[in-house]
């Protein structure tokens, strides 16, 4: 059997009485989530589920999720995160999608399945296992666990983990297959980079049900460190969870990492026992990384990675020295970049980022065309844009689909993006091509500020187009927005803030 299908009644024997799971006011040890971890797998083997089985989740960041992401793939089963805020006919296809047989949910949430019970007939209403309340045991349709045996399963390194769909800020989810062993290198790989060992805490403040999350979830459970869920971002008690756990890493979006630095609770001194604040799902400013560096040094680090599988690091070691960069691969792990004819770049040449290594996805569930198209010659192109340096150090530059054709100059959001954040009244920005009669496409610029009313949209305007390096930098307009939309992740979802302005959309 997989070790990792078994990692958690390891630690259960050889570090019973350690603290496993931190969750709100509970504190279980390994014992203690071994045993819950074991009831829920008696309780799907129960109701008839078997090895290869999808097992989908419907649920916010509780310490019962935690609990099924062990128990599934302890018996073989596939498991399949879904946000508890998607929308009926979203959710109605991904169950479709996915085949999945048994889902766990909140009673809150039966209203929301009663509505597409019809669209779902391969999930009997027996196997929708129910927690009531915010708190509580697994209750449903099927029978009691009674005293029945943990079922024994041979599971292989190329049984399939997880199905995780997209987050969609790119256009329709597409269900990423991640392998045991994939799920393996996120453990050793990741427990390496970010320096973590069983003495370990770590803080966990979004969604669990994004793949993100497996950044520092997987390293921490293959290690047997100790894992504080929050129930959801509060930048305010994120800083009292730090203090009071002793906190050593962390990971965060942007939108996070902004939001805890502005937070009247801020202070270094109150965030001093981390050794690690890492940031993904977006580039994080210059500027920001720089006070970030400035007021808690030698703790910053960045990953630059798709679900998909591949990744670059920006080491604690680095983040001064290359802060504009996204690091490099680790090792194992092969990067190109790639003109359009296919040839590879030189250094400092903008191209599409192609990489490979040992967390590359099995594919696109039921999408076999898609998975061709992302995977050519077993390399992942990423559809982003970037260059290299002289020593090996990649620079995001953008996504493919975002890149503004201006009069046939290619506009680049992110470098418009990292002077706009300068101004000492922008929290956020995201810039985008809009319609233009003579150019085809020019910049906007959305921004969210520090204080309202601190600038007006023209202010802004005018201080932007002083500073940016071309011409075709220029912003046309500048949109004062209150927030941004997001997706359940944190990332900014700028595709609904352009839609709108290009002829045909329905809004």
């Given amino acids: ?27 279980l040890t390994w014992q203690a989530f071994f045993d819950r971890v074991d009831r829920c797998a008696r309780l799907l083997h129960a109701i008839g589920v078997r090895k290869d089985d999808r097992v989908a989740t419907l649920l916010p960041n509780c310490r019962e999720l935690l609990e099924i992401y062990w128990a599934v793939p302890s018996i073989g089963a596939v498991l399949v995160p879904l946000s508890p805020l998607l929308m009926p006919a979203g959710l109605a296809s991904l169950i ?104 370990s805490v770590v803080l966990h403040t979004g969604a669990i049900v994004f793949n993100g999350a497996f950044v520092t ?58 050794q690690m604040i890492l940031s993904l799902g977006a580039p994080l400013y210059k500027e920001q990384k720089d006070i970030l560096n400035r007021v808690l040094p030698n703790r910053f680090y960045e990953l630059y990675g798709l679900t998909e599988g591949f990744w670059t690091i920006l080491d604690r070691t680095q983040s001064m020295r290359k802060a504009g960069s996204v690091g490099v691969p680790p090792a194992y792990y092969e990067m190109r970049i790639v003109r359009e004819d296919g040839t590879d770049a030189l250094p400092e040449e903008v191209g599409e980022i192609a990489g490979r290594g040992p967390s590359l996805m099995s594919g696109y569930y039921n999408r076999p065309d898609l998975s061709e198209q992302a995977v050519r010659d077993g390399w992942l192109f990423t559809g982003d844009m970037g260059y290299v340096d002289a020593e090996g150090y990649l620079y995001l530059v953008d996504r493919k689909k975002d890149m503004i054709d201006s009069g046939g100059v290619k506009v680049y959001p992110k470098d418009i993006e990292e002077v706009v954040v300068r101004h000492p009244a922008v929290r956020e920005v995201a810039v985008f091509g ?44 500048v949109h004062i927005m209150g927030e941004f939309p997001r997706n359940a992740a944190g990332k900014t979802l700028k595709r609904e803030m352009r839609d709108p302005f290009w002829p045909g959309h329905p809004a």
């Fill in 434 to 477: 809009v319609p233009h009669e003579k150019w085809g496409e020019t910049p906007v610029a959305a921004v969210v500020l520090c204080e309202p009313d601190a600038v007006t949209a023209e202010e802004l305007r005018d201080w932007i187009n002083e500073r940016v390096d071309a011409r075709y930098q220029r912003v046309h307009a």
């Fill in 217 to 274: 979830l997987m390293p921490c459970f293959y290690l047997g460190a100790r894992y504080v869920l929050q129930r959801q971002f509060d930048a305010d008690q994120a800083i009292d969870i730090i203090e009071r756990e002793r906190v050593t890493h962390t990971m965060m979006v942007p939108a996070q990492i902004i939001a805890l630095l502005s937070s009247p609770k801020f202070s270094p001194e109150k965030l001093a026992s981390l």
């Fill in 1 to 27: 059997m997989l070790q990792l299908a078994t990692l958690i009644e390891h630690h259960a024997r050889f570090r019973p009485q350690e603290v496993a799971v931190v969750f709100e006011d509970e504190r």
């Fill in 96 to 199: 479709r999608d996915s085949g999945a047989c048994c889902l766990f949910t909140q009673r809150s949430m039966t209203p929301l399945l009663d509505q597409i019970r019809a669209e779902v007939p391969g999930l009997a209403p027996e196997r929708v296992l129910l927690i009531d309340g915010d708190f509580g045991d697994y209750r449903g349709y099927g029978p009691s666990v009674g005293d029945a045996e943990s079922p024994a399963v041979a599971v292989s390194q190329n049984d399939l983990f997880n199905i995780m769909y997209t987050s969609g800020t790119t256009g329709l989810p597409k269900g990423i297959m991640h392998t045991h062993f994939v799920r393996s290198m996120y453990c050793t790989l990741f427990a390496s980079a970010w320096r973590m060992t069983p003495e």
